[in-house]
C-alpha cells in the first residue's frame, strides 16, 4: 500500500466515525445542556458555591461570571506556580519566574496552553495536577457554555435569560468532558499508552491548549488533552512519544478525539432552534473547510518540493516516521482546524506551503470546526456577517435563525472578528520593532513565518508552535500572555452580548424574502464570506513569509 493511499484510508476512516457519532451524540450534549434534572453531585457543587441552579442570567451577569471565574482561576493558577517550591511533590523544582508563571497561568486558563517551558524540568507534580489539569477541564467547559449562550440567544424570545453559567459549567464538565476522558483513557491504554503515576503526559487535546500533566496516570491525561483544544507534551516531542502515541492506531484515535466535541456541537443547534437542517448547514461549512485543509496539507507535504523531499519521495523532516508523511500531515490540519496545539511532527519542518496551512488554518478562526465551544460561536458570528452581506445585496433587513440582524447585532459581530486578526499583527509587528524577532537558526521569509505563528497561535488560544525562536523571555511571556487573554475574553464579551441582543427579540416570521439558512448556497456563502475575510485581513504577512518561502 503506498503512503498515499493509506492516507486517503485514513482520512476516509476519521470522516466516517465523525459522521456516525453526530446525532448520538449531538442528542447526547443537547440533554445536557437542556436539561432540568440535577444529580446529587451537582446539587452538593450548588449548595457548596452557594448558587441557586434555577435562577437564570442576563447576558450582562452571564459574562460577569465567566470573567470572576476565570480571574480567581488566573490568580490562584499564578500563585500555585509562584509557591511551588514550597509546597507537596513539587519534586524540588523551584519556584516559576514571574513571567513565566503569568504566561502558563493566562495560557491555561484561557484553554490556549501555550508551553515556553520544558514540562519535566520546571513544573512539579501537584501544580500539574491541581492546577493545569483542572483548567484543561473548566476552561473547555467555559467555551461550550458562551456556545450553548449564544445558541439561547438565537432560540429564546423576548427575554433577558441565557441561562445559569454555573450551572452551565457544572453539567458540561461532569457529563461531557469526564466521561469521555474515562472512556478515552481506557480507549488509549489498550492501544499502548502507559498508565502510571511516575510519568505524565498531555493533558490537552479535549480540553484545549499545550502541556501535561507530570503526576497523573498517562493515558487519562493523553485523553484530556486530545478532547479539548490543547497540544504540548510533558516529554517535549509531544504526540510523537511513544509513551503518548504509541501507533498509528493510537494516532487515529486522538484526531477523533480533536473533532468529536466540536463537530457534534452543530446538531445541539438544530435541535435547540428545532430545525436540524440549521446543524447540519453549520456541520457542512465546517467540513468543507476542514476537509480542504486536510487535503491541501497532505498534497504539500506528499509533493515534498525541494531537492531532498524529492530525491527520498517525500518530505520526512521533522515527521514521525512511525505515522508516516500523511498521517503527521492529517494531525497537523486536525491540531490547528482546532484550538488544541497539539503536534506529532514539528510544523517548522513542514515544506513552505505545507507548513502554511496550520498557519491559515488558525487565521480562519478556528471555525473548522475549531476549539469546543469557540468554533461553534466563532462560525456563528460568520454566519451572521454572512447573512449581513447578502441583505445589503438585495436591499433587505437581514434575519438569521428567526432573528434580525441590525446595527446593534452586526456591530457586536464585527467587533468579534476584528480583535483576533488585530493582535497578531500588531504583535507580529512590534516583535520586530522591539527587536524581538530574532531567531538563531532562521531567517528571511522563514523566520517571519514563525514569529506570525507564535502570534497566531496565541491569539486564536491554539497553542502549538513553528519553533526555530526562543518565546520565554520577559518580553516574549508578557506579549503572547496578553494576545491569549485579550483574544479569549474579548471575544466572548461581544458574543454574549450578541446573544443577549438576540433573545430579547421578537422571533420574525419567514417569508419570501428571507434567504434560506439552511440550503447549499447558504453554505457556500459562509466558505467564501470566511475565506474572502481572511485572505483580505493575512494575505499581504502571508506573502512576505510562507508564500514567499515557497516561491
Known sequence: ????????????????????????????????????????????????????????????VYARSVLAFSVVSLLFLYL??????????????????????????????????????SGESTMGHLVQMAGLAVQNFVSASVGIAVAIALVRGFARHRTEHLGNFWVDLTRITLRILLPIAVLGAFALMLGGVVQNLSGGTDVTTLTGGTQTITGGPVASQEVIKELGTNGGGFYNANSAHPFENPTSWTNWIEIFLILLIPFSLPRVIGRMVGQNRQGYAIAAVMGILAVA???????????GHGTVPQAVGAALEGKELRFDVSNSATFAAATTLTSTGAVDSFHDSFTPLGGMMPLLNMMLGEVAPGGVGSGLYGLLILAVITVFVAGLMVGRTPEYLGKKIGAREIKFASMYFLIMPALVLIGTAA????????????????????????????SNNNGSAFGGITVNTTWWD????????????????????????????????????????????????????????????????????????GL
Not at 457519532?21 to 450534549?29: E, I, L, S, T
Not at 528571511?444 to 497561535?457: C, I, Q, R
Not at 493575512?538 to 518561502?549: N, R, V
Request: glycine fraction near 8%; charged fraction near 10%; include cysteine.
Open 1 to 60: 500500500m503506498t503512503m498515499t493511499t493509506a492516507g486517503v484510508i485514513f482520512v476516509l476512516s476519521l470522516v466516517v466515525a465523525l459522521v456516525a457519532v453526530y446525532k448520538p451524540f449531538g442528542d447526547y450534549m443537547y440533554r445536557v445542556v437542556s436539561g432540568t434534572r440535577q444529580s446529587r453531585v451537582e446539587r452538593g457543587i450548588f449548595r457548596l458555591v452557594g448558587v441557586n441552579p434555577a435562577a437564570e442570567q442576563s447576558w450582562g
Open 478 to 549: 508578557t506579549a503572547l500572555g496578553l494576545c491569549m487573554l485579550l483574544g479569549r475574553f474579548l471575544p466572548i464579551i461581544f458574543v454574549l452580548a450578541l446573544a443577549g441582543s438576540l433573545a430579547r427579540q421578537q422571533p420574525v416570521p419567514a417569508s419570501e424574502g428571507t434567504l434560506p439558512t439552511h440550503r447549499p448556497l447558504f453554505v457556500g456563502m459562509v466558505v467564501g464570506v470566511t475565506v474572502v475575510l481572511v485572505a483580505l485581513t493575512f494575505l499581504p504577512a502571508l506573502a512576505l513569509g510562507p508564500l514567499a518561502e
Open 80 to 117: 500555585l506556580q509562584r509557591v511551588q517550591d514550597k509546597l507537596w511533590l513539587s519534586l524540588g523544582f523551584p519556584a516559576v519566574v514571574p513571567h513565566g508563571a503569568w504566561n502558563t497561568a493566562v495560557s491555561f486558563v484561557t484553554n490556549t496552553n501555550w508551553q515556553s517551558y
Open 431 to 458: 516583535a520586530f520593532a522591539t527587536g524581538n524577532n530574532t531567531t538563531a537558526l532562521n531567517v528571511g521569509p522563514h523566520g517571519l513565518s514563525e514569529v506570525l505563528y507564535a502570534f497566531t497561535s496565541a
Open 293 to 303: 485543509s486536510v487535503i491541501l496539507t497532505n498534497v504539500f507535504e506528499l509533493a
